[in-house]
């Protein structure tokens, strides 16, 4: 009888798991359309076309009486949405350890989020200090609720499953942004069938994504839940006091620090590709829009399989070699990508697919493995730090990237300059002892790591 209850008790555990796993999918599946559809295709190019209208005969818009180049606006935007995560960020997810009320938290950021996207609707002609705002909160808004998202995994998966856990969470998103992309590719091609301007269909799209956040985003509310607080309830420390007391309490782990630095870098050079691709290839290729969300569709097909397909590889070499693999592909891809003659879309859907396939393995083997190397009780905390680099919230490479285009004018140069984030990362994260870090941080070491 004893047994049986044990069993019982057991497979009980098991379903409430995989019940709340399912629902942490869907933040995923909810949140990354606002990553595809706003941050990735649209909101670049978009927003760059109207800081151009509002500039002047040099080229320059003038923000706060600062002059910026119109087309490094956005990039500019994306940096400055970082500065406003990393004081909200620590302040929140120390917040959520000490109380261990995450849900009410991701719920809030989450449609702070959701409704500054939805209002990117109201973006039209020269509104570019709006487009900017927008982009900031909303961005910012996104960097806090990925913060506690991401805090769950620990708890809602034993070391084991984590991989594969983190992998299926990036599968969903990308499985997601490529069923919204094809609805807005549709709109933005028949705009004219729809009795709507080009200016229009790319305004719906924005705010379309937002609603999409919104809405689904219900569905992970529902079926996460709560936990006590494994550490004393306390008011956190003010914005910069609080991470500078979560740096400090991470320096008693350097080994975890250690792997954020390599994470930080090698990170930094993937959103940032992210979020200027589009700008790269209409402004430096002279693409069409409708190019550009072809060849984002690809990646986010691609992504699909490539987040599952390297979340097996890591069960055979490890997440550790197989994100030093990405990283390999990486460099090599923004190689090319340098090399790509303009006007010619075959060469861009090439680089694409190569984009595609790494992007999300090395996002999930990332996230997972990083999880393991969290002191128990600190989720939220530490993943305020790992957040700041993740999800297009990066500041210095948009600021690279800005900068090198400003200074030469050429795309090219700015999208090959990124290249040293994915050298570096690997550098960094190769002289990591993984294993080691684990069992620092207080954790057991999985198998195969």
Not at 57 to 84: D, E, K, Q, T, W
Not at 227 to 250: K, W
Not at 267 to 280: E, R
Not at 349 to 362: D, P, Q, R, W
């Amino acid at each position: 009888m004893g047994i049986e209850t044990v069993r019982t008790a057991a497979s009980d555990e098991t379903a409430g798991r995989r019940r709340e796993q399912r629902g942490w999918y869907f933040y995923d599946w909810a949140c990354s359309v606002y990553s595809t559809s706003v941050l990735t295709v649209f909101l670049g190019p978009y927003l760059t076309s109207v800081a151009r209208k509002a500039a002047d005969a040099a080229g320059y818009v003038h923000p706060l009486g600062v002059p910026v180049r119109a087309g490094s606006f956005f990039a500019y935007s994306v940096s400055l949405s970082v500065i406003a995560a990393v004081l909200v960020m620590p302040l929140v997810g120390a917040a959520a350890d000490r109380t261990g009320r995450k849900k009410p938290l991701l719920g809030a950021a989450a449609y702070v989020g959701a409704a500054a996207t939805t209002a990117m609707f109201f973006l039209g002609g020269d509104r570019y200090l709006l487009g900017g705002a927008l982009l900031i909160v909303a961005n910012a808004a996104q960097s806090v609720a990925m913060m506690l998202y991401n805090s769950y995994l620990p708890q809602i998966a034993p070391p084991e499953e984590r991989d594969a856990v983190s992998s299926r969470g990036w599968a969903f998103g990308y499985a997601a942004g490529s069923l919204v992309l094809v609805v807005n590719l549709v709109l933005y091609l028949a705009h004219d069938s729809f009795g709507v301007s080009e200016s229009r269909a790319v305004r719906i799209c924005l705010a379309s994504a937002g609603l999409w956040w919104g809405g689904f985003t219900l569905i992970p509310l529902l079926r996460l839940r709560d936990r006590p607080a494994a550490v004393r309830e306390e008011t956190p420390a003010p914005g910069l006091r609080q991470l500078t007391a979560t740096v400090r309490d991470m320096r008693r782990h350097p080994l975890t620090l250690s792997f954020l630095l390599a994470y930080l870098v090698y990170n930094d050079g993937i959103q940032t590709v992210i979020s200027q691709a589009s700008v790269y290839g209409s402004e430096e290729l002279g693409l069409g829009q409708s190019t550009l969300i072809g060849a984002v569709l690809l990646v986010q097909l691609l992504a699909v399989a490539g987040a599952l397909g390297m979340g097996r590889l890591a069960r055979t070499y490890g997440a550790k070699r197989t994100i030093l693999g990405s990283l390999v592909a990486w460099t090599l891809t923004l190689g090319a990508g340098y090399f790509l003659p303009a006007g010619a879309p075959v060469g861009f859907f090439l680089l694409a697919a190569a984009i595609g396939l790494v992007l999300g393995g090395s996002q999930a083997l990332s996230r997972s493995l990083f999880s393991h190397l969290v002191p128990p009780g600190k989720e939220a905390e530490y993943f305020s730090a790992y957040e700041m680099s993740d999800r297009g919230m990066s500041w210095l490479g948009p600021l690279i990237f800005g900068i090198t285009y400003q200074l030469t004018g050429s795309y090219r140069d700015a999208i090959v300059s990124l290249v040293a984030f994915f050298v570096i990362g690997f550098l960094l994260l190769a002289r990591v002892p993984v294993r080691r870090a684990i069992g620092d941080a207080g954790n057991p070491v999985p198998e195969r790591i």
